[in-house]
């Protein structure tokens, strides 16, 4: 074996949504803004996404985030996903800090507070130490909003930036539950396909199911553009569901969102003006990682099997 490249990483999941915190690679990105270094990062270095995302090594269900020293805040985060769109997670906000702090690569502050930049700007988060773990993550939206409603779904943004569609259970899936996965998978792929085909800018789509009466909670399941599950019930998703119900029945207090595996995040009101939400989420080192690339591996850039 002739090692050519090594990367050392710190994998984490969040309600079940898996993050690699890739601390140490042959990726150099200088002393550029950002957006420079994502860009770079999305032209030239497709080979070390596939290596570190896909099969053997990843799925299609693990996100990627590079660790930058920045300017601005405690450190920098580019998010290296499958969907070269999707730039950026809440999720991942939470991961990263996490495993930062409690691998001793991140300096703890008395304060607990912590500014994360991102190409969406920088994010303040919530994440003090106790006896050497983080216990919770606290972080907050910008804003929320239901932007359509149409007959079979309605159309919603998170931050001003993300668009999501939401729909209601189909007559293909009876309930959000496990015993209905091949029908959710059909559905998902069935949809992806149908909002690709007419040109559709989105960032992904959820089917909700109700939740009981007079309870602040849903059962959902958020989709990303190609028809991939996403594994929690999505940071992004909560803040939507909520706004959505706040709307039409004018729900108040904690919002719970469950995912089909069991995981719930639960939203608090911040600002009822635009939709801001307070969330705690808790983070999960499941360990760390060196890959090393070997020069005579026929599966040297990974594969998915979707």
């Not at 420079?36 to 990627?64: S, T």
Request: glycine content about 8%; proline content about 3%; charged content about 25%.
């Amino acid at each position: 074996m002739k090692f050519e490249k090594m990367y050392s990483t710190i994998d984490t999941h969040v309600a079940g949504e898996a993050f690699r915190i890739i601390i140490h690679s042959s990726i150099f990105l200088g002393e550029k803004s950002l957006k420079e270094n994502a860009a770079f990062v999305k032209e030239n270095c497709q080979f070390e996404k596939d290596l570190l995302l896909n099969e053997p090594r990843g799925h299609r269900g693990m996100n990627g985030c590079i660790v930058l020293p920045s300017k601005k805040a405690d450190f920098g985060l580019l998010f290296l996903n499958h969907d070269p769109q999707l730039t950026f997670q809440y999720s991942g906000l939470a991961a990263a800090v996490t495993a930062l702090l409690e691998t001793g690569n991140l300096p703890e502050k008395a304060s607990g507070v912590y500014d994360i930049e991102t190409t969406e700007g920088v994010f303040t988060v919530k994440a003090p130490l106790e006896n050497g773990e983080v216990m919770k993550v606290q972080m907050e939206n910008r804003s929320c909003a239901v932007t359509g409603r149409e007959a079979t779904f309605i159309t919603a943004l998170v931050d001003a930036s993300r668009h999501y569609y939401i729909y209601e259970l189909s007559e293909s899936v009876p309930s959000l539950e496990m015993d209905y996965i091949s029908s959710i998978i059909s559905w998902g792929n069935k949809t992806a396909e149908e909002l690709q085909r007419n040109g559709t800018e989105f960032h992904g789509f959820l089917l909700k199911e109700a939740g009981n009466p007079g309870e602040n909670s849903v059962r959902s399941v958020t989709f990303e553009r190609d028809g991939s599950i996403i594994r929690s019930p999505g940071v992004d998703s909560t803040f939507l569901l909520y706004t959505l119900l706040r709307e039409e029945i004018g729900i108040t207090g904690k919002f719970t969102n469950e995912s089909i595996f069991g995981s719930n995040l639960t939203a608090s009101i911040v600002s009822g003006e635009d939709n801001q939400f307070s969330i705690e989420v808790k983070s999960f080192v499941t360990g760390i990682h060196q890959f090393i690339l070997d020069e005579e591996d026929p599966l040297r850039n990974g594969f998915l099997l979707k």
